[in-house]
T-cell receptor, first 112, second 110 residues
Framework: SAVISQKPSRDICQRGTSLTIQCQVDSQVTMMFWYRQQPGQSLTLIATANQGSEATYESGFVIDKFPISRPNLTFSTLTVSNMSPEDSSIYLC?????????FGQGTRLTVV | GENVEQHPSTLSVQEGDSAVIKCTYSDSASNYFPWYKQELGKRPQLIIDIRSNVGEKKDQRIAVTLNKTAKHFSLHITETQPEDSAVYFCAAVNDYKLSFGAGTTVTVRA
């Protein structure tokens, strides 16, 4: 299975600022995804990170708020822009191999 | 899009008893159904999965059943142990994208 390194593991940020989360995979993967897990909640798909083209966003998520880069098949970034306390969540990157999904260790974001 | 419902939201069982979690899904195109266990502060970990061409799968104390006609699938944990205490998520997969249930917090009482 793919080994996924995600950083930072946690951060405390001021409202109005932006944070970029990085996801590095140890092998080339076609499908990469970004999920959000709000406190005590389930996981919600933010977007599919497409290599070489714009990310595909799910309903309720927009590029201006969550810009995503995918420069190659092993790396992606998610930026949480103009943060507010409501953005306090765990953000997880995920890769799919043979229909199975594997997750990074997550980034615990607290916005104050 | 896919909608996955999961019940119950909390489940408390005596050690050694069985635990059952049920999920339903809405999109008949979903063809893969994984279950994840998430311990406090950790990432979700895949514990068992089932594909749409299989009705039942077992791995030691854990089993999953799937009824495609009714669009529901269930997780069964037998002989529960304290280390089974965690949040469990079901998911339905369509085109590699996971739609998760709301989660079940399982507490195993010693």
């Amino acid at each position: 299975s793919a080994v996924i390194s995600q950083k930072p593991s946690r951060d405390i940020c001021q409202r109005g600022t932006s944070l970029t989360i990085q996801c590095q995979v140890d092998s080339q993967v076609t499908m990469m995804f970004w999920y959000r897990q709000q406190p005590g909640q389930s996981l919600t798909l933010i977007a599919t990170a497409n290599q070489g083209s714009e990310a595909t966003y799910e309903s309720g998520f927009v590029i201006d708020k969550f810009p995503i880069s995918r420069p190659n098949l092993t790396f992606s970034t998610l930026t949480v822009s103009n943060m507010s306390p409501e953005d306090s969540s765990i953000y997880l990157c995920s890769v799919a191999e043979n229909t199975e999904a594997f997750f990074g260790q997550g980034t615990r974001l607290t916005v104050v | 899009g896919e909608n996955v419902e999961q019940h119950p939201s909390t489940l408390s069982v005596q050690e050694g008893d069985s635990a059952v979690i049920k999920c339903t899904y809405s999109d008949s195109a979903s063809n893969y159904f994984p279950w994840y266990k998430q311990e406090l502060g950790k990432r979700p970990q895949l514990i068992i999965d089932i594909r749409s061409n299989v009705g039942e799968k077992k791995d030691q104390r854990i089993a999953v059943t799937l009824n495609k006609t009714a669009k529901h699938f269930s997780l069964h944990i037998t002989e529960t142990q304290p280390e089974d205490s965690a949040v469990y998520f079901c998911a339905a997969v369509n085109d590699y994208k996971l739609s998760f249930g709301a989660g079940t917090t399982v507490t195993v009482r010693a």
